[in-house]
């Protein structure tokens, strides 16, 4: 494993459901990340968690709805979604020291909204 | 704000020759990182290279090595030797260096294919 597991793989969804994400990481790592990967568009970063602490919201509708319990898990709780938010979520994390390695990404959610 | 630059949206390589993937950025900062990353079609975003702005000498990682020119804001991907393993999308990211959260900036990435 590669260190940030992310569950479940697959998600299929309808319009009026209610379901979560979720992310786990073992790096020890101090700041957790979502993003949402689109066909054709760059990542899109929607949520900066650290140190537990939610630190960045880029402008997500409020169906998306981050928690993070403590410095290991993230989840990312889904209500009412669009077709349009049929994506790819990637969890990443992070240790931010006076240097920066980059990220480590779990595998992703790929999901679908009929 | 800063922006990372992809222009290729597909390339090509056969097995065992070398290419090299462009990425421009645009900030106004000194002092950053920038990553290459790969996602083979496992999904998973695997980190390649990095490069710390400070540093002129080009980091290099076995097959994989970079072209870092600060002054044109280039950061170009070399894949020598390539290998079927090679192909996947491969996607350039920027972080400024100050700040404690770890925000990085992707390109749109390049869809590499390895021909055998």
């Known amino acids: 494993e590669t260190g940030v597991t992310q569950t479940p793989r697959h998600l299929v969804m309808g319009m009026t459901n209610k379901k979560s994400l979720k992310c786990e990481q073992h790096?020890?790592?101090?700041?957790m990340y979502w993003y949402k990967q689109s066909a054709k568009k760059p990542l899109e970063l929607m949520f900066v968690?650290?140190?537990?602490?939610?630190?960045e919201n880029n402008s997500v509708p409020s169906r998306f709805s981050p928690e993070c319990p403590n410095s290991s898990h993230l989840f990312l709780h889904l209500h009412t979604l669009q077709p349009e938010d049929s994506a790819l979520y990637l969890c990443a994390s992070s240790q931010d020291r006076t240097r920066f390695y980059g990220y480590t990404f779990g595998s992703g959610t790929r999901l679908t909204v009929v | 704000a800063q922006t990372v630059t992809q222009s290729q949206p597909e390339m090509s390589v056969q097995e065992a020759e070398t290419v090299t993937l462009s990425c421009t950025y645009d900030t106004s900062e000194s002092d950053y990182y920038l990553f290459w990353y790969k996602q083979p079609p496992s999904r998973q975003m695997i980190l390649v290279i990095r490069q710390e702005a400070y540093k002129q000498q080009n980091a290099t990682e076995n097959r994989f090595s970079v072209n870092f020119q600060k002054a044109a804001k280039s950061f170009s991907l070399k894949i020598s030797d390539s290998q079927l393993g090679d192909a996947a999308m491969y996607f350039c990211?920027?972080?400024?260096?100050?700040?404690?959260?770890?925000?990085?900036?992707f390109g749109k990435g390049t869809k590499l294919s390895v021909k055998p």
């Open positions: 790096l020890g790592h101090n700041a």
């Open positions: 990211a920027y972080r400024y260096y100050g700040g404690s959260q770890g925000n990085l900036i």
């Open positions: 968690y650290s140190l537990e602490e939610r630190v």
